[in-house]
């Protein structure tokens, strides 16, 4: 007994002739979605080798266990978790540097904050400012820097989810 062949459709084109059955999936996933005809394509496309990339990985790692020992997967995988555990150690040294780096800039900034206001505030006194004046317009002040680092860090943030 023969198989009933696919039959290729005649009457669309996408740079090939798809079969008929293929042509009407896609029709159905257009109706359905309502993107255009490209996009669709391009999609499937991708679903499609993704699909082969996974089914190469998972014939490879099937090969590669069947090949190899259990001793001899179980050494690779504690040796792939020693040099991840290592990364690691890595990076949280790394970020005890950035940290400390961040705290002396924290103070050092803080430090050169005070002393410059302190000068500022004697000529505002000798000027007749009261001292809560002065505190009033160092409030503001810092909330104005506060208010433009926060507003900084949210572009930045934003431009890298882009």
Known sequence: MRKAKRVISKTKTYGFNPWVDQFDAISQIMADT???ESTVLRKLIDEALIARRRKVAHEE?????????ASETLLAIQALLVKLVRQGE????VQ?????????MFAETRAGRKAAW?????GL???GA???EIKKRFDTETNEARDFAYST?????????K
């Open 34 to 36: 309502g993107e255009k």
């Open 130 to 132: 009261s001292n809560a």
């Open 96 to 104: 005890d540097i950035s940290l400390a780096l961040l705290q002396d």
């Open 118 to 122: 302190e000068l500022l505030a004697s």
């Open 90 to 93: 890595t990076s949280l040294r």
């Open 61 to 69: 790692m099937d090969k590669g266990l069947a090949e190899g020992s």
């Open 153 to 161: 860090a949210k572009e930045i943030k934003r431009q890298q989810k």
């Open 125 to 127: 006194k000798e000027k």
